[in-house]
């Protein structure tokens, strides 16, 4: 089963009203959420423009906890969080279901990853998200979204492998960071306490695993980034990023690419650089 589904073929499925749940992880920036608990900004984008069928995923608070420095930006929501999402969604068994954004393809990779990591079997991202919706010319809605139906599953986690801060600290495998060069190598650092990198992790930025319209690229072009790195993909691997968005991307590329074995630090940089314990490498000296 591919994890990933064209634009064509969503519609095609949503014409046929075939058995599915379409989410849409919308987020915007800089907007703390309203009183509803929603990312307001990414509601509001929500309700301006949607694929059909769809329902509003935030990611800020479906596919994430309240941030602090013991636990980074975008921590684990709990599963009494997730479960009352999974209801208003209405997930159910033998119910497939799509995820999408209108970025560059961050947050439906972060619901992919969550989801499956919850329990739920049959979850796809729709290649390209909403801009490659609207370049096919298939129409959007704008409004509230879908009706919502009842659901018969809960979160069942563990499906996916999950690392902690203490995993990472005894790790003696490959550490990936799936960040920006210039963040991984310190030059910059706009979102967290301190720059630079876990020691001895390498830098494979999700960015290189992406097309520039935000498709993935091919299974052989992934295994490629990987190998001018040395890793075959066989090798036991943990991807962060900064918090959990970036390494969310470069774990459905690694799933693409057969290579689907890699835990996922989800406190990411922004987990281990608050601690003042542990150690930070920034090698700055790095040609750009």
Request: glycine share 10%; hydrophobic share 40%.
């Amino acid at each position: 089963m591919s994890i990933l589904t064209t634009p064509a073929q969503l519609r095609e499925s949503i014409y046929h009203a075939d058995n599915q749940i379409v989410l849409a992880s919308y987020w915007v920036p800089h907007q703390k959420p309203g009183l509803s608990g929603y990312n307001s900004a990414g509601l509001a984008a929500f309700n301006s423009e949607h694929i059909p069928t769809s329902l509003f995923c935030d990611p800020s608070s479906a596919l994430a906890a309240v941030p602090g420095s013991g636990s980074g930006r975008n921590p684990m929501p709990s599963l009494d969080s997730l479960s009352r999402w999974f209801q208003a969604w209405g997930l159910r068994e033998n119910r497939s279901v799509l995820v999408y954004d209108h970025g560059k393809g961050l947050f439906a990779a972060r619901a992919w990853w969550m989801l499956r990591w919850a329990g739920v079997q049959d979850v796809r991202i729709l290649d390209g998200g909403l801009a490659a919706w609207d370049k096919a010319g298939y129409p959007v809605l704008a409004g509230p979204g879908n009706i919502q139906s009842s659901a018969n599953i809960t979160p069942q986690p563990g499906n996916l492998p999950l690392a902690t801060m203490d995993d990472v600290r005894d790790f003696r495998g490959v550490l990936v960071d799936a960040r920006e060069p210039n963040r991984y190598h310190g030059r910059k650092e706009i979102f967290d306490l301190k720059a630079g990198h876990i020691p001895g992790a390498i830098n494979i930025p999700s960015r290189d695993l992406v097309n520039e319209d935000h498709t993935y690229k091919t299974p052989e072009q992934i295994r490629e980034r990987f190998a001018r790195e040395g890793l075959s993909g066989e090798e036991e691997m943990i991807v962060y990023s900064g918090s959990g968005n970036h390494s969310s991307q470069a774990l459905v590329a690694m799933h693409l690419a057969g290579m689907s074995g890699a835990a996922h630090y989800v406190g990411g940089w922004s987990q281990w650089s608050a601690n003042p314990a542990n150690p930070i490498a920034y090698p700055v000296n790095q040609p750009l």
